[in-house]
């Protein structure tokens, strides 16, 4: 069966360009997180998706970040005004229901924004 | 602030050796902790879980030992293999909350 999966696997993009970042997440999961995982760091929560519920946007470190789902299907990561500090990789991680379950990662998208 | 955070960077290891990966954790509140594994190029990979109820709990070739009484987390690979090299995270949550932390990690490298 298919996984979660993350599109591009690789974006280099210069200073002050908007990136779209997308998310598959494994079918029937009706949670969704992005996280951001910069070079040697653990994983930084970043937003929260839970089927049809209002989405928890605590993690977003700045309203140049925004994050889309329609339903319970992709998922797209959008970045405005890309910094140098934006680079990073984004991971994805899906779950049948609540943290409490198994989160299921997806590759990421390495960003540099040069 | 309260964190997770992990004691040592870097682990090496002899193929066949056991392997303990050590984390502490200050928030009192934690009742949930999470390892994961994380090869490089890919996402983290559940390894195993404990609920604060727990102070031991067994997988395959691996054991996560809780002790609530110095709020540290370890996890003990049997027998570890080359194919065991990646970082390994903890990840702490408390009270219901859906919003894990994470550590940095800690890197595991296995010589053959």
């Known amino acids: 069966g298919a996984g979660v999966s993350q599109s591009p696997s690789n974006k280099v993009t210069e200073k002050g360009k908007d990136v779209e970042l997308r998310c598959d997440p494994i079918?029937?999961?009706?949670?969704l997180y992005w996280y951001r995982q910069r070079l040697g760091q653990g994983l930084e929560f970043l937003i929260y998706?839970?089927?049809?519920?209002?989405?928890?946007k605590s993690g977003l470190p700045s309203d140049r970040f925004s994050a889309e789902r329609t339903g319970e299907s992709v998922s797209t990561l959008t970045i405005q005004r890309t910094q140098q500090e934006d680079s990073a990789v984004y991971l994805c991680?899906?779950?049948?229901?609540?943290?409490?379950?198994?989160?299921?990662f997806g590759p990421g998208t390495r960003l540099t924004v040069l | 602030g309260e964190s997770v955070g992990l004691h040592l960077p870097t682990l090496s290891v002899q193929e066949g050796d056991n392997s303990i990966i050590n984390c502490a954790y200050s928030?009192?509140?934690?009742?949930?902790f999470i390892w994961y594994k994380q090869e490089s190029g890919k996402g983290p990979q559940f390894i195993i879980d404990?609920?604060?109820?727990?102070d031991k709990r067994q997988g395959q070739r691996v054991t996560v030992l809780l002790n609530k009484t110095v709020k540290h987390l370890s996890l003990q690979i049997a027998a570890t293999q080359p194919g065991d090299s990646a970082v390994y995270f903890c990840?702490?949550?408390?009270?219901?909350?859906?919003?894990?932390?994470f550590g940095r990690g800690t890197s595991l490298i296995v010589h053959p």
């Open positions: 928030n009192s509140a934690s009742d949930y």
């Open positions: 990840a702490d949550l408390s009270g219901g909350s859906y919003i894990p932390t």
């Open positions: 991680a899906s779950s049948p229901a609540i943290m409490t379950d198994t989160q299921y």
């Open positions: 998706f839970q089927g049809n519920s209002a989405p928890d």
């Open positions: 404990i609920r604060s109820n727990m």
């Open positions: 079918s029937g999961h009706t949670a």
